[in-house]
């Protein structure tokens, strides 16, 4: 195919075009005036335009070659359209990269033919840009059917040629099969968008379709669920079982939730043990519903042959548009929701309310300020006496901190669990170490025979480096003996798989410091579990001593029982919650040793409880 540019691909342009005009001359020559002279000339320039059309064509034939072999050796395929008649040429490395023999594809329709129909339109697209000169080359990567019934992967990629008006007359191009490449390329956008242990889509996943279905219900009008899913205790399952199996059961949770799905949900997996479920549409009662068939199919055995494969879950449900108008709000307060069924003791599911938000902008808030106490030596130290029930004497006092914060005084009970949530405990745990020894040299100094003093220790601060080694060397620091500190742990000690508490409190007990172990009989209490711990001193909690003079009460059984069994193993007996004579009368004749409680005094700050016991006692 001859056009105006082809002399810029001749080898001699200027050579041709003399030789072309000077055999025309000699033609024209001839052809007026005939005779050997004219003949010959005519003859020599056409011989010599000859063996320059024969160069040419032989560099023609190299070039076109080299040019075939580069796309072979490129892997590629070659294309030649017209845009005006349609006509296609195919090259036979193209036909060969879709396996087939011959060349079938006479015009652009049967080309279309071929096309994937999800991506026709961009690829006309894509044409029609290029040859409106829209964009400077044409590029496109779309799916071709193959000989063998399956769709190739190709990048096309050409350049139009055009006239003087800017019309495109011809186009020229390449194809390359990327088909294992675009494989390679799903697989990694699969794995992007799954988590990789169940198979379900991740929390990026969920970020998108959220916000697709975000504008989707606001369109309709109509309203969508988020379903933030925890589940319960499945910390035990990884300390006690190993992570194996943690894994097994979120594999297990996984496929259980999605076969109970219904149609208008999708689930997907946060991280860690949480879950997602979008439901969409929905209402308060579906998602209800759906949270109700969630929680029973956990309730029921997960795997057929481990019927103990079971758990629990927490499940927050916010709803838009009522509760968020933006997916992470939205997701915010499930997530919200969730805690507060959790803290509802969990395997339970609570909708979203504004009051929740309130109750965490106040948790942050008191997060902050004990973070700012802290450094601002805010806290102090309050002694509650520990009397014995026979005689009435001063036996011991427990240290309890108390916190000022400015004019208000805020509840231990409301800042403790904050502080073990957050991880401030161990430094605030550091302090009333530091501080409640301060106050014993303190009072040793004028009380030489002074009582032992208890502190308590906090689950967390045995997950950290050697507690025991560190108070026994803050009691070497200080020059006091082992036997003027007590110790007060909870039963959970023994029972955290992430610390050596046991260690450690028999290390302690190895030091002559007193261990007492407070609130018995809110948690797992055992006679097995007081046999491996190191203690000498057992507190009954104060919500057995509060009703155990109501009619109809059983905790007088009970305690005489936890009595009975401490004095088996030589333990004394601390009754908490005393505010009665009526509760220390019947106390004392169950047989318990020590009261501590109101009835004996508040706590007081350490001048008034000098003045009011340590003096008394001298």
Not at 398 to 418: K, T
Request: glycine share 6%.
């Amino acid at each position: 195919m001859l056009h105006r540019n082809t002399p810029t691909t001749l080898r001699f342009p200027g050579l041709t075009l003399g030789l072309l005009g000077t055999t025309l001359a000699a033609f024209v020559f001839w052809h007026w005036q005939p005779g050997s002279f004219s003949a010959g000339l005519l003859i020599l320039s056409g011989l010599a335009l000859l063996a320059v059309v024969y160069a040419e064509y032989r560099h023609f034939h190299s070039i076109s070659q080299a040019y075939h072999l580069a796309m072979q050796a490129a892997h590629d395929g070659f294309w030649a359209w017209n845009p005006v008649s349609k006509e296609l040429q195919a090259g036979q490395r193209l036909l060969e990269i879709l396996g087939y023999e011959r060349n079938f594809l006479p015009d652009t329709h049967a080309w279309l033919r071929l096309l994937h129909p999800d991506d026709v339109a961009a690829y006309n697209q894509a044409v029609a840009q290029h040859l409106k000169g829209e964009n400077p080359h044409f590029y496109c990567e779309y799916r071709v059917l193959g000989h063998n019934g399956s769709y190739y992967w190709v990048a096309s990629r050409g350049l139009a040629v055009r006239n003087r008006k800017g019309i495109a007359y011809l186009m020229v191009g390449s194809i390359t099969d990327i088909t294992e490449r675009r494989r390679h390329q799903e697989i990694l956008e699969h794995q992007a968008r799954h988590d990789p242990l169940t198979g379900l889509p991740n929390r990026s996943a969920f970020a998108e379709d959220l916000q697709v279905a975000l504008q989707r219900t606001a369109q309709a009008e109509g309203q969508l669920a988020v379903l933030f899913i925890d589940l319960d205790r499945f910390k035990n399952i990884n300390d006690s079982q190993g992570h194996g199996a943690g894994d097994q059961m979120l594999h297990a949770v996984a496929q259980a939730f999605s076969a109970v799905l219904p149609a208008d949900s999708r689930l997907y997996r946060q991280g860690g043990d949480e879950f997602i479920v979008l439901q969409e549409p929905s209402s308060a009662e579906a998602a209800e519903a759906l949270a109700q068939q969630l929680k029973a199919r956990l309730n029921t055995p997960l795997r057929a042959d481990n019927p103990s494969f079971m758990s629990t879950a927490s499940i927050g449900i916010s709803l838009f548009p009522s509760d968020a108008g933006d997916g992470e709000t939205l997701l915010r307060h499930a997530d919200t929701a969730m805690y507060a069924a959790k803290a509802a003791g969990g395997n339970t599911a609570c909708f979203h309310t504004p009051q929740m938000d309130a109750r965490l902008i106040q948790r942050i808030s008191l997060e902050s300020r004990l973070r700012a106490a802290l450094l601002g030596n805010c806290f102090a130290l309050y002694f509650q006496p520990q009397i014995r029930l026979a005689d009435g004497c001063l036996v011991g006092a427990e240290a309890l901190i108390r916190w000022h914060d400015g004019e208000e005084m805020v509840p231990p009970d409301l800042f403790i669990p904050v502080a073990e949530e957050c991880g401030l405990i161990v430094e605030v745990g550091d302090w009333v170490i530091s501080e409640a020894l301060r106050q014993i040299c303190a009072w040793r100094a004028k009380f030489p025979a002074l009582v032992p003093i208890a502190i308590n220790l906090s689950p967390r601060q045995f997950r950290h480096d050697a507690i025991a080694q560190r108070i026994c060397q803050a009691l070497a620091d200080a020059a006091l003996p082992a036997h003027c500190l007590k110790v007060e742990v909870t039963e959970s000690i023994a029972l955290d798989p992430e610390g050596d508490g046991v260690e450690q409190l028999q290390a302690l007990h190895a030091a002559g410091i007193g261990i007492a172990l407070d609130d018995f009989g809110t948690g797992y209490s055992s006679l097995s579990l007081l046999q491996s711990l190191p203690v000498s001193t057992l507190k009954i909690d104060r919500s057995f001593v509060r009703d155990l003079l109501a009619p109809n009460s059983s905790n007088e059984p009970l305690i005489r029982a936890m009595i009975a069994m401490a004095h088996s193993l030589s333990l004394q007996v601390v009754a908490e919650g005393v505010e009665t004579e009526a509760q220390a009368a019947h106390l004392k004749n169950l047989g318990c040793d020590i009261m501590q409680g109101y009835l004996c005094s508040r706590p007081l700050p350490a001048a008034q409880f000098e003045q009011a016991f340590l003096q008394t006692e001298t």
